[in-house]
C-alpha cells in the first residue's frame, strides 16, 4: 500500500489503544470533536434513541445504498446509528451486523437495540466485538477462552495462539463470501497503515461474489506527512490515517473490488490541517461475481447469466 512507502509504520496496537481509549470517552460522553455533520434522512432516525444520534461520529451515509432483503456488514459501528438505519431500509428480510473493537460502544449500541426493534417492529441487529482488519476472530469468544486459560508462560502464549487460529477458522466472526454489502462510516482511516492492506482484504473476503462495499471516509488532498502520521492522538480524530484521495480510491481495485464509483464527495473540506484538505468521501466498489466457466448450477446468478438456476 502506498501509505506504508516512505512513511513511519506506526505499530497497529499503539493506534487500536489510542483510537479505542478516544471513542470509550465517545460511547460514555458526546465529543463534538469527534463529529463532522452529516444529514441523514429523519425518516429513519425517529426509531433511534438519543443518546445513539448524539453520538453520531460519521462522516457520510452509506446506508442511503442499501436495498431491501439485503445482509449487511458494518465496520466501526460505534453506537449503532447506521446499523439501526440500515435495519429500517433492508427490512424484516434483511439482516444487520455491526462490528466494534470498544466495548464501551458495543454497549450503547446493544442497550438502544431492543428499543429500536420494539419501534421499528423487527428485530434484525446484532452487534459482535472484533477488529475491521481481522473480521474472522470474535473478540469476545477469545476473551471467554482467556478468563478460563490465564497467560503465564510460554506454554499458555502457545495454546493462545492456538486457540485464536481454531476461532478464526472454525468459528470466524464473518465467514466468506457471506455478506451482500460492506458498509462503513468514517472508520477506514482509523486504521494503521501496517494494517490497511489485510483491512481491503478482509472487504473482499467477507462480501459474496457480485456484493458490493460503500464507505464513508475521511480522505486527504495530500499524503498525510510523517509529522502529523507519528501522533497517536490524531489518528482518533480521523486525521493522521486519513489516506491521500486517489491511494484511497486505488486500494478497492489493489483488493480485487472493482467499478469504483464516487457516490458522493464533500466540495468543501471537512477541516485543513497544515495545508492538507481533509473531506468526506463515499464510493462504492464490486466484488466481482463468480466467472461463467466456473457457475456451477447452483452458484450465485453471474455477470454472463450463469449459475442460480436451481429452484
Ligand atoms: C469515527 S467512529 C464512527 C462510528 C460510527 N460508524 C458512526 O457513524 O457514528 C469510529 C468507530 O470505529 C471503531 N473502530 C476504530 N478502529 C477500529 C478497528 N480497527 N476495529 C474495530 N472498530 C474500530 C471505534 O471504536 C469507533 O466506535
Known amino acids: 500500500m502506498e501509505t506504508r512507502q516512505g512513511l513511519p509504520d506506526l505499530a497497529p496496537e499503539t493506534v487500536a489503544g489510542a483510537v479505542a481509549a478516544t471513542y470509550a470517552a465517545g460511547a460514555r460522553a458526546v465529543q463534538p470533536e469527534l463529529c463532522c455533520p452529516v444529514e441523514y434522512d429523519p425518516k429513519w432516525l425517529a426509531a433511534i434513541p438519543a443518546e445513539v444520534l448524539e453520538r453520531d461520529y460519521g462522516c457520510g451515509d452509506p446506508s442511503r445504498w442499501l436495498r431491501p432483503g439485503e445482509t449487511v456488514l458494518d465496520l466501526g459501528s460505534g453506537g449503532g446509528k447506521i446499523c439501526f438505519i440500515a435495519s429500517q431500509v433492508v427490512g424484516p428480510e434483511g439482516r444487520v451486523i455491526g462490528v466494534d473493537m470498544t466495548p464501551d460502544m458495543l454497549e450503547l449500541a446493544r442497550r438502544a437495540r431492543p428499543e429500536v426493534a420494539r419501534r421499528v417492529g423487527w428485530d434484525n441487529v446484532e452487534f459482535r466485538r472484533g477488529r475491521i482488519e481481522d473480521l474472522a476472530l470474535d473478540l ?84 498525510v506527512p510523517a509529522e502529523l502520521q507519528r501522533d497517536p492522538e490524531l489518528w482518533s480524530g480521523c486525521i493522521s490515517g486519513a489516506l491521500e484521495e486517489g491511494a484511497f480510491r486505488r486500494a478497492f481495485a489493489a483488493a480485487g473490488l472493482d467499478g469504483l464509483r464516487v457516490l458522493a464527495r464533500g466540495e468543501e473540506p471537512w477541516r485543513v490541517v497544515a495545508g492538507i484538505e481533509f473531506r468526506s468521501l463515499t464510493v462504492a466498489a464490486w466484488k466481482p461475481p463468480v466467472p461463467v466457466e466456473a457457475a456451477s448450477c447452483c452458484a450465485p446468478p453471474t455477470a454472463g447469466g450463469g449459475g442460480g438456476c436451481c429452484g
Open 140 to 223: 469476545e469468544k477469545l476473551e471467554e477462552w482467556l478468563i478460563a486459560h490465564p497467560v503465564r508462560d510460554l506454554a499458555g502464549y502457545s495454546a493462545l495462539l492456538a486457540e485464536t487460529e481454531r476461532l478464526r477458522r472454525e468459528e470466524p466472526m464473518v465467514p466468506d463470501d457471506s455478506i451482500d454489502v460492506v458498509v462503513s462510516n468514517c472508520v477506514l482511516n482509523l486504521v494503521a497503515p501496517g494494517a490497511k492492506e489485510r483491512l481491503f482484504a478482509e472487504l473482499h473476503r467477507v462480501l459474496r461474489p457480485g456484493g458490493r462495499a460503500v464507505i464513508s471516509d475521511i480522505v486527504a488532498s495530500q499524503p
